[in-house]
């Protein structure tokens, strides 16, 4: 019993330390929703693209898989390419993003898979005023990050307030809004949501030919499962 309980203690150990004490908040991912995920496409390149690439995804494969038209995607999304079987590319050069901000933005193609839609989605609802970092902003999950926060004008200013546990070290209490944004908190969560979602998919697009897959698969085992059922009546008639 006692080795038991320690080799529990031992599994769940990891789980508990890898969550650095900050309680990530649950995001309903929907492959399925295409509208929130054509949303998220929007939001991506108008608001991460410029320092961010996405370099493992085409153009021509979201608009296909999320069922934008093309021309939608060339008139209203593309803006560091016009041509639409291009990969996803940061505007920024990594040389000016590295003088900038001391590190060149990462990739965000797999992000989704090395982070998870929860962290990524807590992520950017973190952020934080701090006068001690060069950008002005910090954030509860990532300290000391040199990302400014880009979707202040949505989700507003926020000061955070800290306090000290009985072992005297900092924990995050809560936020204090400063200057609103033009969203209130539910819309601005639906938005990061959004852009959670379309992380989610761009993490593996071929996720969705397996979506749509799985529907003819079951289609296809529901008609099966007809002729099956005469076919056995047939043979077994004959056995009564
Ligand atoms: C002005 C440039 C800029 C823009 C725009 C920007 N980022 Fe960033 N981002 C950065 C930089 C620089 C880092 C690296 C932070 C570090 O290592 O301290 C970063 C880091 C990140 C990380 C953490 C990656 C990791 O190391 O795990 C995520 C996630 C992220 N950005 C998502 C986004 C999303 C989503 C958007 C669009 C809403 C966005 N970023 C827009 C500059 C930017």
Redesign the pocket.
């Known amino acids: 019993m006692k080795n038991l309980f320690l080799l529990l203690t031992l599994v769940t150990m990891p789980a508990f330390a890898s969550g650095d004490g900050v309680h990530l908040d649950d995001v309903n991912i929907d492959l399925s929703d295409t509208e929130s995920l054509q949303k998220g496409a929007g ?2 390149v108008n ?2 693209l ?3 690439s996405a370099a493992f995804v085409r153009y021509n494969r979201v608009a296909k898989d999320l069922q934008i038209p093309e021309k939608v995607v060339k008139d209203n999304m593309m803006f560091t390419t016009d041509r639409i079987g291009e990969l996803m590319i940061a505007t920024m050069l990594p040389k000016d ?1 590295k003088k900038w ?1 001391g ?1 060149v ?2 990739d ?1 193609s797999l ?1 989704a898979r090395s ?1 998870g839609p929860e962290w ?1 989605y807590t ?2 609802r973190s952020f934080y005023l701090d006068d001690s970092s060069p950008s002005g902003w910090n954030n509860i999950l ?1 300290d000391k ?4 926060h ?2 202040y004008k949505l989700q507003g200013a926020r000061h955070a307030v800290f306090k000290k546990d009985e072992n005297g070290i900092k924990v995050f209490e809560r936020f204090e809004m400063v200057k609103p944004g033009s969203l209130n908190k539910e819309e601005f969560d639906a938005v990061t949501r959004d ?1 959670t979602n379309f992380l989610v998919y761009v993490g593996e697009p071929a996720q969705m030919v397996r979506y749509k897959l799985g529907v003819y698969v079951l289609v296809f085992l529901a008609i099966f499962l007809v002729f099956a059922y005469l076919l056995k009546k047939e043979y077994w008639k004959d056995v009564h």
């Open positions: 939001l991506f608001y991460c410029s320092c961010h993003a901000f590190t933005p990462p965000l992000i982070r990524l992520y950017l990532f990050v040199a990302m400014p880009v979707l852009l």
